[in-house]
């Protein structure tokens, strides 16, 4: 393997002068601050956020957010320098196009059905996407992904586990990549803490070409946040940064993700919940005459194959339950995605769906 990052990015983007903020210029203990023509006088906000609320929200935010890195650096046990923040993984994932693909002329790799953003991402940016799609029992098709990478192949996202058929990808296919491809493989790993597979944060020290996508959307609960996490070699990382908005992770954003990171326990009962309750849907729904198969899942939701499934959707909508439709996505016809509830949201949704077969 020859990997360099070099050869990789734009070479706007390896000459353009990174922006430099007021925040960034001074170092050392600041008293007075006059020199980001912000007001003085405080904001019309500082009452009423829950924790230990030090915000000041009169002030622009630490673009580099060190206190928040810090603490996800020992929860992850990830250098902090091998972090970046993002509004939202989707901000890491338009960040990486804008960077590694020369628009109408770099292309990437996709192995629908997956997430839609890659896509989304990739025509917004004006780059080719190739797709490949996942085999029948929704595995990497190696010898067709080997044949379709070409010099200008930059990227390649695996969604692991994946959305929308919930299971985990083979980890040796992903670290045949990972040894063979001289562009970026990036792994999303959105759902991770659903998983029985483990994590690739441990391999990042090996892999100057992988990048691990992570969120605080799922597990975390905190999807109205926008709160992405990258874990990446840091020439990858410093290239993150360079692009960035300044201030892209605003104060609020800032203090309460470190407000709730300290409630790791909370978030594990969650999962344990989360998991035990999936199993559970997935041997009630399994019983369903509708049902033609439920696929196994490592995520927080259910891929379900169904006799009508638009149906079936149309009905549960009528009862006000909302699922998502699939069935019109490759390899996923009449499939609908459940995401898994509480216990007693799971069970109204058994009871509803039970009425419907009888
Ligand atoms: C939900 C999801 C995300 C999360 O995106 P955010 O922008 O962090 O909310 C990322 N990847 C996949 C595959 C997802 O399903």
Redesign the pocket.
Known sequence: MDFTIDNLVRKNIKEMTAYSSARHEYSGKGNIFLDANENPFGSPLLAGLPGEVTARFNRYPDPAQVLLKEKISLIKGVPPQNIFLGN???EAIDLLFRIFCEPGKDKVLLFPPT?G?YEVCAEMNNVQVKKIPLTASYQLDLAAIEEAIDPFTKLLFI?SPN?PTGNSIKRPDVELLLNNFNGLVII?E??INYSRQKTFIAELTEYPNLVI?Q????AWGL?GL?L?MAFAAQPVIQYLDKVKYPYNINTATQQLALDALENVATVNDWIEVTVEQREWLRNELAKLKITQQVFPSDANFLLVKMKKAGKVYQYLVDREIIVRDRSHVIRCEDCLRITIGTPEENQQLVTTLKDYSA
């Open positions: 939202g993984s989707d997430y953003m969604c959305n999303d959105a759902y996508l969120t605080f959307s799922k999807a926008r992405g």
